[in-house]
């Protein structure tokens, strides 16, 4: 189920962070990637990268929330390349604040952009993946996605949906020899925490403090993504927390919760005794 040599490629969300990191390590395997992002010029500086490192770049950029634009995105890959191997739906955005003071307008911004987003490529590529028989889909999703740390509401029901549908779709396309992967890492250095929107001004410091001091950069997360999806895997948790906490979820649910409440009142008193 390994991808083929010179992949056909589209990643959303690819002008930074783990979209561009993941059209780097596919240009190393001489890929061909349709690069697509909101912002026209990030996009364009991923596909000059992508060209550097010996890989083909096309840009098309793209709204995911708008179902027509990623349908036209297919459309593009299928002139370009003539179909593709993988389609990695990366498009993402943060929020946090309290459920209650959340405003619901960017509720449903964080829902048409990590779900809604999510829904439209799956539903403009996949048919097109059983029609040529053969694909993979790289959902990128999030621990959060399988435990939920409070004042990410919305956050969390996003990625935790995109894990219900990954697996749905993986059960779906498996016996016909098409792969899915959902991708649920933990904190890695990136920019979502600093361009989320936050109704609770703790949670940006806390935010910014997991992100910026994370461990592991978007190119080492992109590089065991991808070794996943050559392996066929359902999921990738390429951190070894990440794994711990999921494990913990399942074994212990009720203790795991206690936890992830305690551990969130003593990142609150920190915040608070900083200046």
């Known amino acids: 189920m390994s991808l083929p040599s010179r992949p056909r490629a589209v990643v959303t969300g690819a002008g930074s962070g783990l979209g561009r990191a993941l ?20 996009a364009a500086e991923t596909a000059r990268r992508v060209t550097a490192l010996g890989g083909e770049a096309r840009v098309h950029p793209c709204d995911v929330t708008d179902a027509s ?10 002139e370009a390349f003539g179909g593709v191997d993988l389609l ?36 403009a590529f996949v048919p097109r993946m059983r029609k040529q028989g053969s694909g993979h889909v790289l959902n990128i999703a999030s621990l959060a996605g399988l435990v939920f740390a409070p004042h990410l509401g919305a956050y969390n029901t996003t990625k935790a949906a995109v894990v219900a549908l990954s697996e749905t779709l993986y059960a779906e396309l498996h016996p016909l ?12 250095r990136t920019n979502i925490a600093a361009a989320a929107r936050y109704s609770d001004p703790a949670m940006k410091g806390m935010g ?20 996943a999806v050559d392996q066929g895997a359902p999921h990738v ?27 969130e009142k003593r990142y609150r008193k920190r915040a608070a005794r900083q200046p």
């Open 23 to 42: 059209c780097e390590v596919l240009a190393a395997r001489q890929a061909r990637v349709l690069v697509s992002d909101m912002d026209p010029a990030t």
């Open 69 to 78: 634009a990623v349908e036209a995105l297919a459309r593009a890959a299928d």
């Open 88 to 123: 990695v739906n990366n498009a993402g955005v943060g929020a946090a604040g309290a459920i209650g003071e959340m405003p619901l307008a960017e509720w449903r911004r964080v829902m048409d952009v990590n779900l809604w987003g999510v829904i439209h490529g799956c539903h």
């Open 177 to 188: 020899g098409l792969g899915v992967t959902v991708a649920c890492p933990s904190f890695f």
């Open 208 to 227: 910014a403090k997991l992100v910026d001091g994370a461990k592991w950069g978007p190119e080492w997360v992109a590089a065991r993504l991808l070794t």
């Open 237 to 263: 948790l390429p951190m070894a927390d990440a794994r711990w906490f999921w494990r913990l979820r399942r074994w212990l649910p009720g203790l795991t919760l206690r936890g992830i409440i305690e551990v």
